[in-house]
């Protein structure tokens, strides 16, 4: 047996190389953030939430667009229940809390599962880049799927991607996708702004920190690969009851402590884009 486990496979090599893209931007925004996790159940689709309704507050146009084609997450933690209007060309974004949104499950039943091949994941992805009227967005957040598939190779490929957010609980068994995903960015030469440690701990009645997922293992991470870490997102049962409930914290109580760490991240990156 070989000492080293290949990094790509044949196939994934020949997509990744003897070809040249064009790179995109969508039409009517200005920056195009994808949220990545690589591992599903970290919490990325609440992360994409609330960093656009956080964006939102400090002053910029924002959109939301769920990219998970399979486990779209976008119409139940929005509360959004309605179809896109179209005028037969194009789709309308559906409007809530001031942001712009698109989600597959708004063209279907919320328990309908997409059975869907890759090239009909493809074919959605590139609608819902091309085919809504997004209007005026200063930034664009893409709720980006598990995995480092054909969503992700569509986007980095064909899409002008302005940065990648790496979501990540501190437990080893999702920094070993994290990693993954880190490598499939920086081979697709998108710029990864940075890595997020979210579920971090909890504060007890006792006023102590628990990490019930261990430790710094995704500021580790991210000093391996040389990249930012944008900071930690403690546990907080509030955030799971407003997501669920259709209006996310930052929206809902913009005073809670987790909402001021996504206010303040939210000032960052639009410091990052904006500087001059």
């Known amino acids: 047996?070989?000492?080293?486990?290949?990094?790509?496979?044949?196939?994934?090599?020949?997509?990744?190389?003897?070809?040249?893209?064009?790179?995109?931007?969508?039409?009517?925004?200005?920056?195009?953030?994808?949220?990545?996790?690589?591992?599903?159940?970290?919490?990325?689709?609440?992360?994409?939430?609330?960093?656009?309704?956080?964006?939102?507050?400090?002053?910029?146009?924002?959109?939301?667009?769920?990219?998970?084609?399979?486990?779209?997450?976008?119409?139940?933690?929005?509360?959004?229940?309605?179809?896109?209007?179209?005028?037969?060309?194009?789709?309308?974004?559906?409007?809530?809390?001031?942001?712009?949104?698109?989600?597959?499950?708004?063209?279907?039943?919320?328990?309908?599962?997409?059975?869907?091949?890759?090239?009909?994941?493809?074919?959605?992805?590139?609608?819902?880049?091309?085919?809504?009227?997004?209007?005026?967005?200063d930034f664009i957040i893409v709720d980006m799927p598990p995995g480092t598939g054909d969503t992700q190779l569509t986007f980095s490929q064909e899409i002008k991607m302005d940065g990648a957010i790496i979501v990540s609980t501190p437990q080893e068994v999702a920094l070993l996708d994290v990693k993954r995903g880190i490598k499939m960015f920086d081979k697709l030469q998108v710029k990864i702004l940075g890595l997020v440690d979210n579920m971090s701990f909890f504060t007890g009645d006792d006023g102590k920190k628990y990490s019930i997922f261990g430790e710094g293992g995704v500021k580790r991470t991210a000093e391996e690969f040389n990249k930012e870490f944008l900071g930690e997102i403690p546990i907080n049962s509030k955030v799971g009851k407003t997501g669920d409930q259709g209006k996310p914290i930052v929206e809902s109580d913009p005073e809670n402590e987790i909402s001021k760490i996504y206010l303040n991240l939210a000032k960052k990156i639009k410091t990052n884009f904006f500087q001059n």
């Open 1 to 137: 047996m070989p000492k080293e486990k290949p990094e790509l496979s044949d196939a994934m090599r020949k997509k990744l190389s003897g070809k040249s893209y064009v790179k995109n931007p969508i039409n009517g925004t200005k920056f195009t953030i994808a949220i990545s996790s690589a591992k599903g159940g970290v919490g990325k689709s609440t992360f994409a939430t609330n960093i656009a309704l956080a964006l939102k507050k400090i002053g910029c146009k924002v959109g939301l667009l769920d990219a998970d084609i399979y486990g779209p997450s976008i119409p139940k933690m929005f509360g959004i229940d309605e179809k896109p209007k179209s005028d037969g060309q194009k789709l309308e974004p559906v409007l809530k809390y001031d942001i712009q949104c698109m989600s597959i499950g708004f063209l279907a039943d919320q328990q309908t599962p997409m059975i869907w091949r890759g090239p009909m994941v493809t074919s959605a992805i590139k609608t819902f880049t091309q085919k809504v009227n997004w209007k005026d967005l």
